[in-house]
């Protein structure tokens, strides 16, 4: 599938890490998303039920975000993955990617970031 719908750099504050003081403190993580799906009957028809929706999208991501605590970063994206395929049945793969510009690290880097790309299975 070559359509895309991409959403970048989604912020959200929140408590993921495996120290405690991100625990605590919580931080900024950017998530964004690479939706892949058949564009074309939204396309043809200026329908919007025909595509996925962006701002359902965005809530997934900020409510799988914020309401949960996960140690890893890898742990976030694959649920932030797998809850986009479960709620949009329109999307035939997504690629999450999470990053994390605090990464509490004794070296001097802009941040980290992990991506993972799921596809529907069936």
Do not use: N
Request: glycine share 4%; charged share 30%; hydrophobic share 45%.
């Amino acid at each position: 599938m070559t359509d895309r719908i991409l959403l970048s750099r989604i912020a959200v504050f929140a408590h993921h890490g495996v120290f405690p003081e991100e625990s605590k403190l919580g931080q900024r993580f950017y998530i964004s998303l690479d939706c892949r799906l058949d564009l074309r009957p939204a396309g043809e028809s200026d329908d919007w039920s025909k595509t996925a929706s962006y701002d359902k999208l965005a809530e997934i991501v900020v409510k799988v975000a914020t309401s949960e605590r996960f140690k890893l970063i890898e742990a976030l994206a694959e649920k932030i993955a797998a809850e986009i395929l479960a709620k949009s049945p329109l999307i035939e793969m997504v690629t999450v990617r999470v990053e994390k510009p605090a990464a509490p690290i004794p070296t001097l880097l802009d941040g980290v970031t992990v991506e993972v790309e799921r596809r529907r299975h069936g």
